[in-house]
Each structure stands twice: as C-alpha cells, then as structure tokens.
C-alpha cells in the first residue's frame, strides 16, 4: 500500500507563485513514476507533469511546459510541483499519481492522492 497526501494548494493572484507537495508513505517515491494531474470543475481529469523512476527526465503538458517544475526530494520521500506565472486557468484540484512501470496516466494509475485545490485570481 501507499498512501500520497498533497498540501501546498491555495488562493494565489494571477503571475504568482505556489508550491505543491505529495508526502507519500508506505512505499519509496524513488522506486515510482511520480506524476501530477489537475482537474477543473466540468472537465476531465489531465495531465500536467511526470518523472521517471530514476528522477532524471521529466515531462510536461504544453499548457504548462517553462511555467511549471516536477521534483523529487528522496530523503524526504516527497514529489514537488513548483508553479510559477499562474493563470486563471491554472484553477483546479490538483492530484498527485504513482505508478510502478510507466509513466502514470488518468486510466493507468496505481496510486491517486485525495488532491488539493488551486485557485488563481484575476
């Protein structure tokens, strides 16, 4: 079992800044694709930014490629999502995702987190 618990969400005017986090426990992030996934109400779920097993490549959504940052922190077992330069449409819950042999997708996803809410003003 692992369990993926996200915080860092809030109200943040649009061209600001927030960090996101996802503190899993119960198994090792470092042996896991780790992703991130928004959801806006009245749209499906997408895909916002991932990293291998390793850490070393990372990918991103065009909608947020130079704005937004995936990391992960092994000795703290925690993923990270920088965002910078938010915009309005950047508003959703934000879920963090792992998957053991590929990169996590909306269908194909072992492990979802409860999520954490972004909102950015205008």
């Known amino acids: 079992q692992m369990q993926l618990v996200e915080s860092g969400g809030g109200l943040v005017q649009a061209g600001g800044s927030l960090r996101l986090s996802c503190a899993a426990s119960?198994?090792?992030?470092?042996?896991?694709?780790m992703g991130w996934f928004r959801q806006a109400p009245g749209k499906e779920r997408e895909f916002v930014a991932a990293l291998d097993w390793s850490g070393s490549r990372t990918y991103y959504a065009d909608s947020v490629k130079g704005r937004f940052t995936i990391s992960r922190d092994n000795a703290k077992n925690t993923v990270y999502l920088q965002m910078n330069s938010l915009k309005p449409e950047d508003t959703a819950v934000y879920y963090c995702?792992?998957?053991?042999?590929?990169?996590?997708?909306?269908?194909?996803?072992?492990?979802w987190g409860q999520g954490t809410q972004v909102t950015v003003s205008s």
């Open positions: 995702a792992a998957r053991r042999n590929a990169i996590p997708t909306k269908i194909s996803t072992d492990y």
């Open positions: 119960g198994r090792t992030v470092s042996s896991y694709c």
